[in-house]
């Protein structure tokens, strides 16, 4: 299946008037973790911009202990700073790295901008790696702009 194909289904899930944004952005991580064989933990997290750390929201995968994330720190942390994508990959060849879970091989974050300001990310982290191609960045690009109309 081509990531352009999962489009439609992305824009249904966060256009459900029946349920609240958190249970949305849960069910399109779902969706995402279901549909791509190498999104293995799928998650959003959001920025305090007055204490300059970033808070996990929904997510699916495994259960981590990086609830709170300071700017700067790991890969989530230099995304808040950059506000720009970053692609993971091969984590063992990165320094600023927060390890996860020894299964973790790469990962993507991709910020999410509301009225132009960096307000969290999605951030995926792939079992595989190197598994994440310019295709995936348009595509989470995309899910970014299609979650940004909640807020």
Same mark, same amino acid.
């Given at each position: 299946?081509?990531?352009?194909?999962?489009?439609?289904?992305?824009?249904?899930?966060? =256009?459900? %008037?029946?349920?609240?944004? /958190?249970?949305?952005?849960?069910?399109?991580?779902?969706?995402? #973790?279901?549909? @791509?064989?190498?999104?293995?933990?799928?998650?959003?997290?959001?920025?305090?911009?007055?204490?300059?750390?970033?808070?996990?929201?929904?997510?699916?995968?495994?259960?981590?202990?990086?609830?709170?994330?300071?700017?700067?720190?790991?890969?989530?942390?230099?995304?808040?700073?950059? =506000?720009? %994508?970053?692609?993971?990959? /091969?984590?063992?060849?990165?320094?600023?790295?927060?390890?996860? #879970?020894?299964? @973790?091989?790469?990962?993507?974050?991709?910020?999410?901008?509301?009225?132009?300001?960096?307000?969290?990310?999605?951030?995926?982290?792939?079992?595989?790696?190197?598994?994440?191609?310019?295709?995936?960045?348009?595509?989470?690009?995309?899910?970014?702009?299609?979650?940004?109309?909640?807020?």
């Amino acid at each position: 299946m081509e990531l352009d194909d999962l489009k439609p289904e992305v824009a249904t899930i966060l =256009n459900d %008037n029946k349920i609240d944004r /958190d249970t949305k952005l849960k069910n399109l991580c779902q969706f995402l #973790s279901d549909s @791509v064989s190498y999104y293995n933990w799928v998650g959003f997290y959001f920025a305090n911009h007055e204490t300059k750390t970033l808070h996990l929201g929904p997510y699916v995968g495994a259960e981590t202990d990086h609830t709170v994330i300071p700017f700067g720190k790991g890969i989530c942390g230099q995304v808040a700073e950059s =506000n720009a %994508n970053f692609v993971v990959p /091969d984590v063992a060849a990165q320094d600023n790295y927060i390890a996860c #879970s020894f299964t @973790v091989k790469s990962e993507i974050v991709v910020p999410l901008f509301v009225h132009g300001k960096n307000i969290g990310q999605i951030d995926i982290d792939s079992h595989v790696i190197d598994p994440f191609t310019e295709t995936d960045e348009r595509f989470l690009e995309f899910v970014n702009k299609e979650v940004a109309k909640l807020f």
